[in-house]
């Protein structure tokens, strides 16, 4: 039984048995209780201090549902509901205010998945989503892997889960793609303490992968992006003292996304994302050769040129 103090404030009475009881009988939705009642607890529950109730229970029963239909006919008030839940202590760092951020940011990625199975959400809503998740992004400062005590916290990697999630949308075309690259570069580039402590650089390059495999923004501004990542780490290797976090972030995601697209990407199962992702992106041998350029200036001891191959 989780200990109550160690519960973040929700206002609600929890019962752990009844969520874990749910995922028993396979996330079948309870016919006992009202699903507005049972959302509001799971939404407040994204929060729990307890990795429990937040991760086991709260996210997976959510994510199961969304996937499922549960919320078909309730999308647009699940998305504008679950968005909120990114504002909450924004620009706090080591508080435990972070995990309700970054849960509600996976939950919100996957009421945009679904969207992308359904396309039944309108334009609007779906870009309003896009920007209250954008700003959380860029404005989040607690980047921690890990909450002691907590479990995870992984803001970034939900945050990777939104990217790919926006990145699959019919709603974004070639100008909202590139705000999710420019979105991408001013994360990564914003000065931070916090170093990737996990699968971060990989699951962002991921993100990044499934934006280039829309084939829809234009060559010259994904090599612009990509030399705009470089100018971070401009000069730091014949600098004194430590790597600054974020550059050593930068460094770790442009490595990531080199390989990727040098050696190509997968998702699941078979499903419209697997589709999605087979063959190349059409520009991949332009973009290997600008990673190619500016990697060589991520560390000291790369030779100046060399082709990788499969690039020419």
């Given at each position: 039984?989780?200990?109550?103090?160690?519960?973040?404030?929700?206002?609600?009475?929890?019962?752990?048995?009844?969520?874990?009881?749910?995922?028993?009988?396979?996330?079948?939705?309870?016919?006992?209780?009202?699903?507005?009642?049972?959302?509001?607890?799971l939404?407040?529950?994204?929060?729990?201090?307890?990795?429990?109730?937040?991760?086991?229970?709260?996210?997976?029963?959510?994510?199961?549902?969304?996937?499922?239909?549960?919320y078909?006919?309730?999308?647009?008030?699940?998305?504008?509901?679950?968005?909120?839940?990114?504002?909450?202590?924004?620009?706090?760092?080591?508080?435990?205010?972070?995990?309700?951020?970054?849960?509600?940011?996976?939950?919100?990625?996957?009421v945009?998945?679904?969207?992308?199975?359904?396309?039944?959400?309108?334009?609007?809503?779906?870009?309003?989503?896009?920007?209250?998740?954008?700003?959380?992004?860029?404005?989040?400062?607690?980047?921690?892997?890990?909450?002691?005590?907590?479990?995870?916290?992984?803001?970034?990697?939900?945050?990777?889960?939104?990217?790919?999630?926006?990145?699959?949308?019919?709603?974004?075309?070639?100008?909202?793609?590139?705000?999710?690259?420019?979105?991408?570069?001013?994360?990564?580039?914003?000065?931070?303490?916090?170093?990737?402590?996990?699968?971060?650089?990989?699951?962002?390059?991921?993100a990044?992968?499934?934006?280039?495999?829309?084939?829809?923004?234009?060559?010259?501004t994904?090599?612009?992006?990509?030399?705009?990542l470089?100018?971070?780490?401009?000069?730091?290797?014949?600098q004194?003292?430590?790597?600054?976090?974020?550059?050593?972030?930068?460094?770790?995601?442009?490595?990531?996304?080199?390989?990727?697209?040098?050696?190509?990407?997968?998702?699941?199962?078979?499903?419209?994302?697997?589709?999605?992702?087979?063959g190349?992106?059409?520009?991949?041998?332009?973009?290997?050769?600008t990673?190619?350029?500016?990697?060589?200036t991520?560390?000291?001891?790369?030779?100046?040129?060399?082709p990788?191959?499969?690039?020419?």
């Amino acid at each position: 039984m989780t200990d109550p103090d160690r519960r973040a404030p929700t206002g609600a009475a929890l019962d752990p048995g009844f969520w874990e009881d749910v995922l028993a009988r396979g996330a079948a939705v309870p016919a006992d209780r009202r699903l507005d009642d049972m959302t509001v607890e799971l939404v407040e529950m994204l929060g729990d201090l307890d990795p429990h109730l937040r991760d086991d229970l709260a996210l997976t029963v959510l994510l199961r549902w969304i996937a499922a239909g549960v919320y078909d006919d309730l999308l647009p008030a699940m998305g504008d509901g679950i968005s909120e839940g990114l504002r909450p202590g924004l620009g706090e760092d080591g508080t435990p205010s972070v995990l309700r951020r970054s849960f509600s940011a996976r939950v919100l990625a996957a009421v945009i998945d679904r969207d992308n199975v359904l396309h039944g959400m309108h334009r609007e809503a779906v870009l309003r989503w896009g920007d209250r998740g954008l700003s959380w992004l860029v404005a989040e400062r607690d980047l921690r892997g890990h909450v002691p005590g907590a479990g995870r916290a992984h803001a970034l990697a939900h945050a990777a889960d939104l990217l790919r999630a926006l990145a699959r949308s019919r709603h974004l075309q070639a100008e909202g793609l590139g705000v999710l690259l420019d979105t991408l570069a001013d994360r990564l580039l914003r000065p931070t303490t916090h170093s990737f402590s996990g699968l971060e650089a990989d699951q962002l390059g991921f993100a990044a992968m499934t934006l280039l495999h829309r084939d829809a923004v234009d060559t010259v501004t994904v090599q612009g992006w990509i030399h705009r990542l470089a100018a971070g780490w401009a000069g730091t290797w014949t600098q004194t003292g430590p790597v600054p976090a974020q550059v050593a972030n930068t460094v770790a995601f442009t490595r990531a996304l080199h390989l990727q697209l040098l050696l190509g990407v997968r998702r699941g199962r078979g499903g419209r994302e697997q589709a999605a992702l087979e063959g190349p992106p059409a520009a991949r041998v332009e973009v290997l050769a600008t990673l190619q350029a500016v990697l060589r200036t991520s560390g000291p001891h790369f030779e100046p040129s060399r082709p990788i191959p499969g690039t020419r």
